[in-house]
C-alpha cells in the first residue's frame, strides 16, 4: 500500500512536501477549498520545482470552480513542470462549494465535466456550453496532447461510485473505505485524519490535541452538513456547537460553519474539542504506531492501495515524520 499526505495548502506547503518527498511519501495531495487556502495548483507548480520523485495531486478539484478549459490547461501545465507526476481527483464538493454556501454538484454535471476533460487533454475537439473547444497550446507552452494525467473520482455514494467505475482511473474516498464498491478500479485511496501517539500519550494530551482537533470539528462540519441537527446533535458537544452555529443569521451560517476548516478550530468549535476528546479515537486515526499498522494492514486487505494522511496542528514536520514511520 502506499502511504501519501494530504494538505491544506498554505504558503509553506511546497517545502513541506519536499520534506515529504525526503520522509518516503508516495504521493502529496492538496486541497482546493479557494475560501480558505492557497490555490493548489500555484502550491503544487512551487512543489515541483523542489521535488524529484514524488507524486503530486489536487483532491478534490470541483468542476464548478474553474471552466473546462482553464483545468485542462491548468493540467497540463502542471504536469509538465513535474515531468508527469500530476494526478486529480475530481468531486462534487464539500468545503469547496459548501463555504461559497452552495450544495454538491450533480453527478451528471460532473461526469459531462470529466468526459469533456479527458477529450481535451487528449487533444480532440469538444461541444462545451454551446461552443467547440480545444487546446490549441503551441509547442513549448504546455504538456503537448495527449496529456495523460490519472483522474480518481471522489465518490461515497450509488451514483458517485457508477461515475468512478466508469470514468475513473481511481477512486478516492474519505472518510470511509468503499473500495468493494469499485473494485475493478486499479486505484483507490483513502484520506484519514489523526495523529501517531508518542509512547504513554493518550489523545487528551495537548500535543495530540492540538494535531486533530481541526480535524474533530471537520468531523462535526460534515455531520452538520450532510446529517442534519439529528446527527450532529448525537455526537458530544454536538448539540452546543449547533446552537452557536443556528444563532447565526441563515444568510450567514455557511461562513461559520466551516471556518478554519481542517487548520484549525474557530470559536463556535470549542465544545467540539473540550467533549469530542474522548470519541476521536473512534473517529479519527489516533493511537500507537503499532496500532495503526495494524489498520493499515486490515485497509490493505479490504482492497485500498493508498492511505492518505492530512497532517495538520501547528507542528506539520513532526506529523510527516512520525506518519512516515508507517512506510514500509
Not at 6 to 13: D, E, K, M, R, Y
Not at 129 to 152: D, F
Request: with cysteine; hydrophobic share 40%.
Amino acid at each position: 500500500m502506499g502511504i501519501s499526505v494530504a494538505f491544506a495548502p498554505s504558503n509553506n506547503t511546497p517545502d513541506h512536501i519536499a520534506a515529504a518527498e525526503d520522509l518516503g511519501f508516495h504521493r502529496a495531495w492538496c486541497y482546493d477549498s479557494p475560501a480558505y487556502y492557497v490555490d493548489p495548483w500555484v502550491t503544487l507548480a512551487r512543489a515541483a520545482d523542489r521535488t524529484n520523485r514524488i507524486g503530486l495531486g489536487v483532491a478534490v478539484l470541483v468542476p464548478s470552480l474553474r471552466h473546462l478549459m482553464v483545468t485542462a490547461g491548468t493540467i497540463a501545465s502542471v504536469s509538465d513542470l513535474s515531468q508527469g507526476r500530476l494526478s486529480v481527483a475530481i468531486g462534487t464538493g464539500f468545503s469547496g462549494r459548501m463555504a461559497l454556501g452552495q450544495r454538491a454538484m450533480k453527478w451528471s454535471d460532473v461526469e459531462a465535466y470529466v468526459q469533456a476533460l479527458r477529450h481535451l487533454l487528449r487533444g480532440e475537439v469538444v461541444d462545451w456550453e454551446g461552443r467547440k473547444l480545444q487546446m490549441q497550446h503551441p509547442r513549448g507552452y504546455v504538456a503537448a496532447r495527449p496529456v495523460s494525467v490519472p483522474i480518481w473520482i471522489a465518490a461515497d455514494g450509488p451514483k458517485g461510485f457508477a461515475v468512478a467505475n466508469k470514468l475513473g482511473d481511481g477512486a478516492f474516498f474519505a472518510p470511509t473505505p468503499h473500495a468493494a464498491a469499485v473494485s475493478n478500479l486499479p486505484e483507490k485511496s483513502l484520506l484519514a485524519f489523526g495523529t501517531v501517539l508518542d509512547d504513554g500519550e493518550t489523545a487528551a494530551s495537548d500535543r495530540a490535541i492540538n494535531a486533530y482537533s481541526a480535524q474533530l470539528a471537520a468531523i462535526y462540519h460534515i455531520a452538520y452538513e450532510r446529517g442534519g441537527p439529528e446527527v450532529v446533535d448525537a455526537l458530544p458537544g454536538g448539540s452546543e456547537w449547533r446552537r452557536t452555529i443556528e444563532e447565526i443569521s441563515p444568510e450567514y451560517r455557511h461562513l461559520a460553519v466551516h471556518e478554519g476548516h481542517l487548520v484549525e478550530p474557530n470559536e463556535r468549535d470549542h465544545p467540539i474539542v473540550r467533549d469530542g476528546t474522548r470519541v476521536a479515537p473512534d473517529l479519527l486515526w489516533i493511537d500507537t504506531l503499532d496500532n495503526l499498522r495494524k489498520r493499515v494492514e486490515s485497509l490493505e486487505d479490504e482492497g485500498v492501495t493508498e492511505l492518505v494522511f492530512q497532517p495538520a496542528g501547528s507542528d506539520i514536520i513532526r506529523e510527516l515524520r512520525s506518519f512516515s514511520s508507517l512506510i514500509v
